[in-house]
C-alpha cells in the first residue's frame, strides 16, 4: 500500500560521501553522529562492547555505526545488519582485524525469522527508520525489535530514535510517517518496553 507519496516504503539515507561532494555536511547527518557517539559510549561502560551482539536496523549503504564502533575502539563481539536496500562490505574493513559479522541485504527486519542469528542480541539500533514506512509497519518493526531483544540479559538494550514531528514545520519530503514523540513513547510502551 502506498502513501500519498506514493510509497510504502522510502529507502533515501544520508550519505558522507554525497555531502563532501556538496561540500556540505547536512543537520541531520551532525544528529547521527551524535547518536552514533551515544551507543559507542553505552558500550564502553562495563566494557559492555566486549559481550555486544548488535543488530543495527537500517544502517544505510555506508554502514556509518559499524564505522563508529571500530574507529572508536568499541568493537562489538558480533555486529549485524539489516536494510531493505542493498549493503556491501566497506572497504575499510578488508585492512583491519574487525569487521561485521553479517549483513542482511533487500531484506525488511519485520522478514527475518527470529533463530536467524546464532546468539539473540543484546543491543539493537533503529535510527531514523521509522518514519520511512508506514505507521502499521512501523509498530510490527517495535514488535519485531522487542521480540529479537535478548530478554535474559538484564544490560539488552535497543536505542530508537525518529523525528519529533513539528505539524507547524511540516512533514519532511522522504517521510512516510511522521511520529511525535508522545505517540511513538506510547507504542514503545504498550509493546513492553521500558523508557
Not at 552514533?36 to 536496523?57: F, G, P, T
Not at 533487500?106 to 525469522?113: A, F, P, T
Request: charged fraction near 25%; aromatic fraction near 10%.
Amino acid at each position: 500500500m502506498a502513501n500519498k507519496h506514493g510509497r510504502s516504503i522510502d529507502k533515501t539515507y544520508l550519505s558522507l560521501d554525497k555531502a563532501e561532494e556538496r561540500g556540505l555536511i547536512h543537520r541531520d547527518y551532525i544528529a547521527h553522529c551524535f547518536r552514533w557517539s551515544h551507543v559507542c559510549m553505552y558500550l564502553r561502560q562495563k566494557r559492555r562492547w566486549e559481550q555486544a551482539n548488535v543488530l543495527d536496523i537500517g544502517p544505510g549503504k555506508e554502514l556509518a555505526l559499524a564505522k563508529t564502533l571500530y574507529v572508536n575502539r568499541t568493537p562489538p563481539k558480533s555486529y549485524i545488519a539489516v536494510d531493505v536496500s542493498k549493503l556491501e562490505m566497506p572497504e575499510m574493513f578488508e585492512k583491519t582485524n574487525w569487521k561485521p559479522t553479517m549483513l542482511y541485504s533487500n531484506i525488511d527486519v519485520c522478514e527475518l525469522y527470529y533463530d536467524v542469528f546464532d546468539i539473540a542480541p543484546n543491543v539493537i539500533t533503529c535510527f531514523e527508520v521509522l518514519e520511512h514506512v508506514e505507521p502499521d509497519h512501523s509498530i510490527r518493526m517495535l514488535e519485531k525489535i522487542y521480540n529479537l531483544l535478548n530478554a535474559e540479559d538484564s544490560d539488552a538494550v535497543a536505542f530508537i530514535s525518529t523525528p519529533n514531528w513539528d505539524p507547524s514545520a511540516g512533514a519532511a519530503a522522504n517521510h512516510v510517517n511522521e511520529i511525535r514523540h508522545e505517540a511513538l513513547g506510547v507504542a514503545i510502551e504498550k509493546i513492553g518496553f521500558n523508557i
